[in-house]
């Protein structure tokens, strides 16, 4: 094509594996915007081919001619394609495509967390072989721009620590539990009607999906990497309105948080529900929101919060890495920035703290039955494993009935408290199993 | 320098004129995290010349023999050197330097918001003509990544509003004033002798350095520019204790917001104080913390939150712009995004909407002899004007003293608004000035 100057206008050819719908939603917002990143990046971008095993379906948006195929091993040898962009999802195929592209020369954009966390290092190893680039920013807090800001931003600084409430699904979830007094299940079953969480929930409620993205995070943040399968991960299904309650009333929230701090040599990482004190801004990110804190020594605390998920959201941050590897193709500076922002041979593999060695404040709610020397019995066993009270809620009740009894602890060793509530869980007048959540008065830090 | 292969380490000299707080922040930086930069960037940073009219000082850092020079124009023309940092400050030389290393070929960082409000179309044009980068990430939030996120991941979705906290200082006595109960001038008086405000305040307190930051980020946000000398402006000078607190009654923080939104062809720009509900993230940003909420078209909300100033925080955006353009530089890639993300000539000069025609709600405060009557008077006048009331306020007196009576008016015009005001003002039972403060619901969108 040609401008009004005569010089030739190039062309990035771009590739699209997965049509659903965040890939619908990419290709309508380079439709919408295709005049902005023209000008953006003086040059245009062309989806010239959509993979996807339905090629039938009217998506809503507009595709010429003999761009839909279902071949997508085709799609990624095509000579003619400069940029591919999965989103299929999953390991297998999502994994065979991905490095076929690399090998190819291509540039790759995805959004799967689950591949980068599970196959990271021998995408990322490819990737930097053969000097092209990947961008990944869907894959972490849907649009926010967490991924470049710890690639690039925070580059000249170190990171001591992140937290992030990284799953929109789960925070939605405990938002409308304390919202409207509504338990879990029910929630839970209203989000899957509405469409806002999936049939099966379990990567997003179990934390899965949060470890997925904290390994990442911590490749990012602290030019290491932990072994993934060995994360702590809790996630939220046994989170009453009982709890939600109990929080409140000591002036905290329950988010579902993934953690990670640097212990010297060691890496502090863990996915579980956690209470935070209210006036924190984490404990105001509501709905399907995201947020990400992060604590540089030099920086100190930044957060950064969005929309977490959702077909447009997530469209704008696989655009703009469609556009900053189209911009590296057309400045001839492919590979400029390597995918974890450092040399991948120059990540160190650290040990993951254990649980057991964690030192953190709990609360701690007992279900007893309501009689004399009950709350001494308990305090006693917790006193004797080292862990003091640092206040204490217990509701009045008809006596002989079950009743909760509720502390909030000073800081404790996760193995002392465990080693106190086994044996406060077998005392005949507690009922039910003990429950204790985490609690982080200064999270992200 | 050899490496262990054999190759050849590639080094980049860095000048920095200005050798203040954050000069210094930057020089240490880059010290301790030599190692860091070097692993990233694969090439060897180096402060070669450090140009300030104060040679002698000890600033706590170690500084090379040779290193430090009075002779600012000379280190710009210094062909040994590849980048120019200027920390300098004010308009006038600083424009020179930066213009001249520009044109000896050199990427410049800055952190001169005013230079580049007042000077930027001329300073962002020679930096394209030369095909070299500036970096200004600094200018603006301090260590908060808001430049490069809005020139490069926001890049491919269309920007509808903008507002922030930019300005620390004012933050801080907001702040202070909301927990204390103290006065301005007195939380003012001890930010000073406390070295958290400057011995003239003028700019960060009236709102001058916020409109610098705000003509700032219209440009990167909305590919327009506006004429900076007609930016509505209005600092905080005049904010009482009793405002806050009736403020508080209402649901309200007052902050001092930097806010701009696209209207059609025109943009709607302002700084001034302003009230967000306490339920909003904005309205816990405290102390000297800056944060800075975007509306995108796809995207929706997404909030950048981070140390708005000081010597470390901010020297770690200035280094990461550095080591930016020390990449562009190892890669033949300079100028591969354009200081604005678009070219400039393509930035439209838009007119600003005419204040008197903001239509928004509004807080209103005036004091009053307690007389009957007198609150149906002033109902009166406002209900003339087209201005109508959503709730109300009026604290008890002595009968005959003087009492305040605060309102929280429906969306009305600013110029019914005045007129009003100008006819309540010469009322006999109102005494001083009728108070006014915009109220945001929904700052950033």
Redesign the interface.
Same mark, same amino acid.
């Given at each position: 094509m040609k401008k009004g100057s005569g010089v030739v206008e190039r062309r990035i050819r771009v590739g699209l594996i997965g049509f659903g719908t965040i890939g619908t939603?990419v290709v309508r917002?380079?439709q919408?915007?295709r005049q /902005? $990143?023209r000008? @953006?990046l003086?040059a245009h971008l062309e989806i010239v081919r959509i993979a996807d095993i339905d090629v039938r379906r009217d998506r809503g948006v507009e595709v010429g001619a003999g761009v839909l195929t279902k071949d997508g091993r085709a799609l990624v040898d095509d000579p003619a394609i400069d940029i591919v962009i999965e989103l299929m999802g999953g390991y297998g195929l999502a994994r065979e495509f991905v490095l076929r592209a690399v090998a190819n020369g291509k540039s790759v954009v995805t959004a799967n967390k689950a591949l980068l966390a599970v196959h990271g290092a021998e995408i990322f190893a490819a990737v930097e072989a053969a000097r092209v680039d990947i961008g990944f920013?869907a894959s972490v807090g849907g649009?926010?721009?967490i991924i @470049?800001?710890l690639r690039?931003?925070? *580059?000249?600084? @170190?990171n001591l620590a992140l937290c992030g409430i990284v799953n929109g699904t789960a925070n939605y979830i405990l938002s409308r539990m304390a919202a409207d007094g509504s338990e879990f299940a029910d929630v839970l079953a209203a989000a899957q009607a509405a469409g806002l969480a999936e049939a099966d929930p379990t990567f997003d409620i179990d934390g899965i999906d949060s470890a997925h993205k904290l390994a990442l995070l911590i490749q990012l943040a602290f030019?290491s990497s932990v072994e993934f399968s060995q994360l702590p991960v809790e996630g939220i299904r046994h989170i009453t309105q009982l709890d939600i309650q109990l929080a409140r009333e000591f002036g905290y929230a329950i988010k579902l948080l993934a953690i990670a701090k640097v212990e010297g040599r060691r890496i502090e990482a863990r996915v579980h529900p956690t209470m935070v004190p209210r006036?924190h801004?984490l404990a105001?990110v509501g709905g399907a929101f995201n947020a990400i804190a992060v604590e540089?020594e030099?920086?100190?605390?930044? $957060?950064?919060?969005?929309?977490g998920a959702?077909m447009?959201?997530t *469209?704008?941050?696989v655009? *703009?890495d !469609? !556009?900053?590897a189209a911009?590296?193709i057309l400045?001839?500076?492919r590979g /400029? !920035?390597?995918p974890l922002?450092?040399?991948l041979a /120059?990540q160190r593999r650290v040990a993951l703290k254990p649980m057991a060695d964690l030192s953190t404040e709990y609360y701690l709610r007992f279900l007893v039955v309501d009689r004399p020397n009950v709350l001494a019995k308990i305090a006693g066993i917790l006193g004797k494993h080292r862990i003091s009270i640092a206040s204490m809620v217990q509701r009045e009740s008809e006596a002989g009935a079950e009743v909760p009894i509720v502390m909030h602890t000073h800081q404790a060793r996760e193995r002392d408290l465990l080693a106190a509530l086994a044996e406060i869980a077998v005392l005949p007048v507690v009922h039910a199993k003990p429950v204790f959540i985490r609690i982080e008065n200064n999270p992200g830090q």
């Open positions: 939603g917002l380079l919408e915007q /902005r $990143i000008t @953006r003086g920013e649009g926010i721009p @470049r800001t690039e931003s925070l *580059a000249a600084d @170190r030019e006036s801004l105001d540089g030099a920086l100190g605390s930044s $957060i950064y919060f969005g929309q959702g447009m959201p *469209a704008t941050a655009a *703009a !469609v !556009v900053e911009r590296n400045n001839g500076s /400029r !920035v390597a922002g450092y040399p /120059r």
